[in-house]
């Protein structure tokens, strides 16, 4: 049987909105196909070892849990994470985990926290916090699809030369509220502000990212198509609702 290895960074601080519902989405669509999905907490103070892990998930946090992430991500996790996205594992990276993935986060009290550069992408937080239901077009392996989710932070997200937005937005703030783009990419490492959480309602990115990594853990077997009926149903009334609060 398959087995992705996730590590899972920062469980205990990096986990608003939900973030364990991305995890439980991953596990299940793997189960439903006789695969597995092992998790493993990579806590402050952990490093990662070459090759352990097939992909990553990072999620969101309060500025300050983000401060106490940011110096140990430096520290520890940089250097296995940029090996790890060099070899084709994919990082996947939400809202606060999406700041600390890029140059860096200034937060609201003016305090700079140094990020990883996965991203090429720099974040300075704004006056006022964007928040609501948002939609937009995310483009992932050439393909293009809807993608729902819910944002709430306080960050403006500006990208550059090295990177190129998920999607661009439909309805909502995306980025930074001006110029249209929401999240980042570079390889196989993704940035995005969308939770509440982004997966359950996105069955599409949940398995292409699940599809990277399980070419990472060396598995050629093609994802099973699995009756996404509900979720679709999700994301409609998740889109009409970002609709009528536009
Ligand atoms: N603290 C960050 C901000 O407000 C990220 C918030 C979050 O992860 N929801 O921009």
Known sequence: MSVVRLGHLYPRQMNIYADRGNIAVLARRLEWRGLRLDVESLETGDAIAPGRFD????????DRDQEVVAEDLAAHKAEGL????QEGAPILCV???????GAGYTGQDGGRMPGIGLLDVDTVAGPTRLIGDIVIDAELDGERRRVVGF???????????????????????GNNGEDGGE?????RVIGTYLHGPLLPKNPWL??????????????AQ???????????A?????????????
């Open 222 to 232: 093609p994802l099973a198509q699995l009756d996404d009926q509900l979720e679709t």
């Open 206 to 219: 949940a398995d292409v990212v699940l599809g990277w990594a399980l070419e990472h853990a060396g598995s």
């Open 95 to 101: 809202c606060g985990g999406y700041q600390l993935a």
């Open 151 to 173: 944002e709430n932070h306080a960050g403006r997200t500006r990208l550059g030369p090295g990177a190129r937005a998920l999607g661009q937005v439909v309805a909502g703030h």
């Open 183 to 187: 999240g980042a990419i570079s390889g």
């Open 82 to 85: 940029h090996r790890a996205a």
């Open 55 to 62: 992909m990553f998930y990072l999620g969101g946090g309060q």
């Open 234 to 246: 999700a994301r409609e009334r998740a889109t009409e609702r970002a609709g009528k609060r536009r």
